[in-house]
């Protein structure tokens, strides 16, 4: 009788010639490498013709390599019962789950199924995450199983941090960060940290810069929680802090991020970011209380703001837009746009600004700040005052 990882590397082999191949499992690592957790195979269709895609998932990272099959089938042989300690095998017909004891012995168990059809093999299949679910990070903060599956109830979360990335990529590239040192970089009122660990992964992994990212939030239960993930997932040059984003010092700094930080909060965290010249500050505000009590409505437009709902969106626009205006002023380039979609949050707008390398015509800015805030009978704001603007003429 065969020994039962002869059976298995035979079932394999097998399952890869005739295309019925899903996908392969090694875990239990028992190698020379700290760092490394499992391997995950599955097939691809390359312009080469069919491969076996190897992803070797270590604690803070994934590495993927394409083999050719027969390459691969090699490479995998010595593996299996060598530096990994279980195997489990998936095809459209099939499972084969082997585990080797501590003493060596290997046990196989086969476990039929109903067919079901074979992989596309199509390279892109699944969108590409910037961070994938296998993140160590996500897990610690309860987002994803010990597997790399995304919790139920999580999806939402999911899709936020990865949009986060999407549009904090771009924007880093454009901002003039510094060459020669890390990049310092501060998440204010960061919550369980998210976006944070998000941030680091977007320097670390995704732009290869040094960085030093910092955590800013005043319940210090949270802030216990993200520095032991932090310490756990190996999260070297990411901290947290407990604090207030009023309250935080930041002598020196190159990117501020402040999402839902609430009401005057957002404000807070753009003066701190100008006030440390920030070359990039990323904020989602909350919560807009301050300007709804002052804002006097046009003529033509008092018989719509009287609705509470249009009065209240309307607070939202004008605080929002007086801060971008106030931004430019300050030196920036601005954009707003949405940040997730509403169906996941109705607090969805995101201003991005980008300091210009020079700060423009700052009267011309403040003729048009001015103009905005008499419109809309805005007398006081919390942002012009902390930068010494003053909104009447």
Not at 16 to 25: N, P, W
Not at 311 to 319: S, Y
């Amino acid at each position: 009788m065969a020994a039962p990882q002869e059976v298995f590397l035979h079932r394999l082999g097998e399952s890869v010639t005739a295309g019925t191949f899903v996908k392969l499992t090694l875990g239990r690592y028992r190698g020379a490498d700290a760092t490394l957790r499992n391997l995950h195979v599955r097939p691809v269709t390359l312009r080469a013709g069919p491969h076996l895609s190897f992803v070797w998932r270590h604690a803070t990272l994934d590495i993927t390599k394409n083999h050719a099959p027969a390459a691969a089938l090699e490479q995998l042989a010595p593996l299996i019962g060598g530096d990994f300690g279980s195997a489990h095998l998936f095809t459209t017909t099939q499972d084969a789950q082997l585990e080797f004891a501590s003493d060596g012995t290997a046990r196989l168990k086969i476990l039929p199924h109903e067919a079901v059809e074979p992989p596309t093999g199509e390279h892109d299949r699944r969108k590409d995450r910037l961070i994938p679910p296998a993140s160590p990070w996500l897990h610690q903060l309860g987002v994803t199983t010990a597997t790399g599956a995304v919790r139920e109830g999580m999806a939402a979360k999911f899709k936020q941090i990865n949009r986060f990335v999407e549009l904090l990529a771009p924007l880093v590239t454009d901002a003039s960060l510094p060459a020669d040192c890390p990049v310092e970089v501060a998440d204010m009122g960061c919550g369980k940290g998210y976006l944070t660990f998000a941030a680091w992964q977007l320097f670390q992994k995704i732009a290869r810069r040094p960085v030093h990212v910092r955590g800013v939030e005043q319940r210090p239960e949270l802030v216990e929680l993200c520095n032991r993930a932090a310490r756990e997932c190996g999260c070297d040059g990411l901290e947290f802090a407990a604090g207030t984003i009023a309250d935080a010092p930041l002598a020196k700094l190159d990117v501020l991020i402040a999402l839902h930080a609430c009401d005057i909060a957002t404000d807070d965290a753009i003066a701190k970011g100008i006030a440390a010249g920030a070359a990039l500050i990323v904020v989602a505000p909350c919560c807009h209380q301050e300007l709804s009590p002052q804002l006097t409505a046009p003529a033509v437009l008092a018989p719509a703001l009287r609705h509470g709902i249009f009065h209240e969106r309307q607070a939202e626009f004008v605080t929002d837009a007086l801060r971008t205006l106030l931004l430019e002023w300050a030196g920036y380039e601005t954009r707003a746009f949405e940040f997730i979609s509403t169906e996941h949050t109705a607090k969805n707008l995101m201003i991005a600004a980008v300091r210009r390398p020079s700060p423009g015509d700052r009267e011309a800015a403040a003729a048009r700040i001015r103009d905005f805030a008499v419109f809309y009978g805005v007398r006081t704001q919390r942002l012009a005052n902390l930068l010494g603007f003053q909104l009447a003429p």
